[in-house]
């Protein structure tokens, strides 16, 4: 009973507050990442660049666009930019099903419309879909993708999401934290199957060039991924501080 007065309560409470100015948040900032981040993968194609090179341009385009897409929108939404962060919160206790949804609904959104501008403004190129490379088998891509989401999400509730961190400098530079996790696993996992780790960022492509094939890895993996890493960190690091910071935790989100 108690329970259900809590989720009522916190769910009339998102209904009140700012959470329709934080989902238009996350469509711009996802909105900004895949454009960066699907643009740079055109753009190494377009520059005949080699393997290697490629790689590294792409990595770091990931790196900075998250680096902007999260430092813009952490104060109004907290910075997710991507569908299985908000995942990892939600299971963490930290949002509503309500802003989860909505979350979800404008991040995909951005991700669409994200690559579609760059189907345009590129003359029609298409945009690249993340797919499995030869040899590798869809168990090892989820797998993989899960792995990956894991270090993502754990950094983010590590430097963003723990109560502590804003007690010191290491809430400051969440996003640079987060900007480099995303890099570092793409430089791993993008020979691969292209490092995805954010289930918008996989729609949108897939949705312009319509290609879904194997689509669902980058779902299931990412997502099990980040609501384990949530409920994780929260269980083992958070959950013992959060009534000595119940209130502001409540208001950063």
């Known amino acids: 009973m108690a ?9 009339q409470d998102d209904i009140h507050s700012d959470t329709w100015r934080a989902a238009l948040s996350e469509f711009i900032s996802t909105l900004i990442f895949v454009f960066a981040a699907s643009g740079s993968t055109i753009a190494v194609k ?5 393997a290697p090179t490629a790689l590294v341009i792409v990595a ?3 790196a900075f666009a998250l680096f902007a897409a999260v430092s813009v929108s952490t104060n109004v939404s907290g910075g997710h930019v991507n569908p299985a962060v ?4 939600f299971v963490g206790g930290n949002l509503t ?6 979350f979800w609904i404008a991040q995909i959104l951005g991700s669409v419309i994200a690559c579609l501008l760059l189907k345009f403004t590129s003359g029609g190129q298409r945009v690249p879909v993340f797919g499995l490379s030869s040899g590798v088998k869809v168990g090892n891509a989820l797998a993989l993708e899960m792995v990956m989401t894991f270090g993502l999400v754990y950094a983010v509730y590590a430097t963003a999401a723990d109560p502590r961190s804003r007690r010191n400098s290491l809430g400051t530079i969440a996003p640079i934290v987060i900007g480099l996790i ?3 696993n793409i430089l791993v996992a993008g ?3 292209g490092g995805s780790m954010n289930p918008a960022a996989a729609f949108g492509p897939a949705l312009v060039g319509w290609n879904w094939e194997n689509h669902w890895v980058y779902w299931v993996g990412p997502l099990v991924g980040g609501g384990l890493a949530g409920f994780l960190y929260e269980l083992a690091f958070v959950s013992s501080t959060r009534q000595r910071f119940r209130r502001d935790y409540r ?3």
Do not use: E, K, Q, W
Not at 3 to 11: A, E, H, N, Q, S
């Open 182 to 184: 995303v890099g570092a």
């Open 86 to 89: 908000t995942f990892g919160f």
């Open 191 to 193: 020979p691969f199957d």
């Open 97 to 102: 099903l309500l802003r989860c949804i909505l």
């Open 251 to 253: 208001n950063y989100y």
């Open 60 to 62: 770091v385009a990931n």
């Open 46 to 50: 377009n520059l005949s660049a080699d």
């Open 3 to 11: 329970l259900r007065t809590f989720i009522v309560r916190r769910t």
